[in-house]
């Protein structure tokens, strides 16, 4: 069975600080995995995906993810924090061959100025 | 630009009554998904469809049925509203193939019932 577990509900950083949002997963199969996010009363955007190409992966908005099979991890990152990131977080994990996506509780990333 | 079209961003409804949740897609995607979306819970799907007329049971479908009768339209219904049904509802779709391509999703619905 799949599981999708991200590490803190809420996570706090600096205008131009580090972000680091933390996902692991599980599969018994190799995964798809997916970062989405969403802005206050707005659905969910596809920011990025892992479809097994390269393990670091570049998204939209300066985030990249980095796939880690040994850790079953898929972190989240970005540099520099802007104002504008602020927003819930979301990742989720689909199987090879499947459509059926479980996502993760969601990580609200603050930016403070 | 591609899109999912959720037909009402905000609904107020009294309890009791028989809601109809629409979602209409322009991608000619083959598979579309209903989720309800409450604090702390994160996404919890409600049903599904791979197929006109095919609809699969979610993780959480008690109180709730779909409707698929054409490729573009999926409908959420609740035959009997009730105040535990107070949430932000999602609609979202996808092509088939390997899952690689990622869900497509609306701008959500948030229904309060009173």
């Known amino acids: 069975a799949q599981s999708v577990t991200q590490l803190g509900s809420h996570v706090s950083v600096s205008e131009g600080a580090l972000v680091l949002l933390r996902c692991n997963y599980s599969?018994?199969?190799?995964?798809?995995l997916f970062w989405y996010v969403q802005y206050p009363n707005q659905g969910l955007q596809l920011l990025l995906k892992?479809?097994?190409?390269?393990?670091l992966v570049k998204g939209i908005n300066g985030f990249e993810a980095e796939f880690k099979k040994s850790e079953t991890s898929f972190h989240l990152t970005k540099p520099s924090a802007h104002m504008s990131d602020a927003a819930e977080y979301f990742c989720?994990?689909?199987?090879?061959?499947?459509?059926?996506?479980?996502f993760g509780a969601g990580t609200r990333l603050f930016v403070k100025a | 630009d591609v899109k999912v079209t959720q037909s009402s961003r905000y609904l107020v409804k009294r309890t009791g009554e028989k809601v109809f949740l629409e979602c209409v897609q322009d991608?000619?995607?083959?598979?579309m998904f209903w989720y309800r979306q409450d604090p702390g819970l994160g996404l919890r799907l409600i049903y599904f469809?791979?197929?006109?007329?095919?609809?699969e049971k979610g993780d959480i479908p008690e109180g709730y049925s779909v409707s698929r009768e054409k490729k573009e339209r999926f409908s959420l219904i609740l035959e009997s509203a009730s105040t535990n049904q107070t949430s932000m509802y999602l609609c979202?779709?996808?092509?088939?193939?390997?899952?690689?391509?990622?869900?497509?999703f609306g701008s959500g619905t948030r229904l309060t019932v009173v």
């Open positions: 979202a779709s996808s092509t088939s193939g390997t899952g690689d391509y990622g869900y497509t």
């Open positions: 599969s018994s199969v190799p995964p798809y």
């Open positions: 892992y479809t097994s190409a390269a393990t």
């Open positions: 989720a994990v689909t199987h090879t061959g499947g459509f059926k996506t479980i």
């Open positions: 991608m000619d995607h083959e598979n």
């Open positions: 469809s791979y197929d006109v007329k095919m609809k």
